[in-house]
Each structure stands twice: as structure tokens, then as C-alpha cells.
């Protein structure tokens, strides 16, 4: 079993302030989170540096990510240090993800974005349940989504500083390896939480 925050920006987006020296930073000197998905803006350029960083550290893991705009909304993409082929269409990157094994995520549904309904005419492999940037009622609406499409829920903090880090993750039935914890979520032996203490959620 693992913790993992599935959504996070480094300095390779440019809108965040998180450099992947302090991510990995982060991931070692706290013992709850141990798995960090690196999903930044259109992206995947962050990977390999931020991977190397992390292969110091026997007991932490970097899953390779992107989060994508399109024209209806923000898709996370697991497991791939890849983009998938332009345009970016919908249909064309959900597509990519089952090709190659990735794991497809509609990122904060409800809001600014985020897909909303749009997502039930695609077949994502999860919903985004709990955002750490989101608010509690957008959240909410992102549960039901899942309930109603009948996918696995998963967290993850959209941290782009590192004050953010740390505030929702997802427990994953899963050892620390990236093939694994993809089937994982696949599988749904998932659970989304807020951190303790958190006012957020
Ligand atoms: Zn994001």
C-alpha cells in the first residue's frame, strides 16, 4: 500500500514555482507521501530530470505524467514521458493513454478547465475526486461523476508551489513500482483522502 499525489507542477510548467530539487526534497524528508506523479502543462520535459533526482532515494517514486489542454478541458495523463500525437483531441489522448498503457484522468471536472459532463462521452480510466486546488463543492461534483460513470476516484494536490504539496493524496493498493500502481487505479484499489488536519475538504 502507498500514498501518492497523482497531480503536480514543477518550475517546467510555467505557472509554477516548484522546482523538482524541491519536490523530491519534499518526498524524502516526510514519511507519509512517498509517490509523486509529475503532470505539468503540456509537458513531459520535467520527467527525466526530476526521475534522476529521485533515483537516490530507494523509497521514493516519480510516475512519469502530463496534464493536458484541450479545447474541452484539462486531462491528466499517467505513466508516459511522452505527449501524445497533435491535435489534441479528447478522443485522440484517451486513445493514446489505453494504446500505451497509460492511465487517463479528467482533471478537476467542475472546475475552470475542467471537462464537466463532457467527460461521460469519452472512456477515461478515472476522475480527478479530489483536487487540492479546488473547492469542496466542485469536488463533490467530481464524486459523483465517478459514482455515475462508475470509475475509480483518485487525489492529487495540483500543487505549483510547495506549500501545496501534501494537502490530498491517493492510497494505492500497489508496491512502489509505476507498472504497478497504473494497473492499480485501473483496477480501482484506490482511495482518494485529505490529508489530517486539512480545513479544505
Ligand atoms: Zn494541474
Excluded at 517514486?61 to 496534464?67: A, K, M, R, S
Excluded at 472546475?111 to 463533490?140: P, W
Aim: proline share 4%; net charge negative.
Amino acid at each position: 500500500m502507498i500514498k501518492a499525489d497523482l497531480h503536480i507542477h514543477t518550475t517546467y510548467s510555467d505557472d509554477s514555482t516548484l522546482t523538482p530539487k524541491m519536490l523530491v526534497e519534499q518526498l524524502v524528508s516526510q514519511s507519509s507521501i512517498k509517490v509523486a506523479a509529475l503532470t505539468d502543462h503540456n509537458t513531459t520535459q520535467g520527467c527525466k530530470l526530476t526521475r534522476q533526482l529521485a533515483s537516490a532515494y530507494p523509497d521514493i517514486l516519480i510516475i512519469p505524467g502530463v496534464e493536458i489542454s484541450t479545447a474541452e478541458g484539462d486531462i491528466v495523463i499517467l505513466g508516459t514521458e511522452e505527449l501524445p500525437p497533435e491535435p489534441w483531441t479528447v478522443g485522440g489522448i484517451v486513445d493514446f493513454a489505453r494504446q500505451n498503457d497509460n492511465v487517463s484522468i479528467v482533471a478537476h471536472p467542475y472546475r475552470e478547465y475542467g471537462m464537466g459532463d463532457t467527460a461521460k462521452k469519452y472512456k477515461f480510466d478515472a476522475i480527478e475526486v479530489l483536487n487540492g486546488a479546488s473547492s469542496a463543492s466542485a469536488n463533490k461534483s467530481a464524486q459523483a461523476l465517478a459514482r455515475l460513470m462508475n470509475l475509480p476516484g483518485v487525489a492529487g494536490t495540483d500543487a505549483h508551489q510547495q506549500e501545496d504539496l501534501g494537502k490530498v493524496y491517493t492510497e494505492v493498493q500497489a508496491g512502489l513500482d509505476v507498472e504497478e500502481i497504473l494497473k492499480a487505479i485501473k483496477k480501482g484499489l484506490v482511495k482518494a483522502y485529505p490529508a489530517k488536519g486539512s480545513i479544505h475538504f
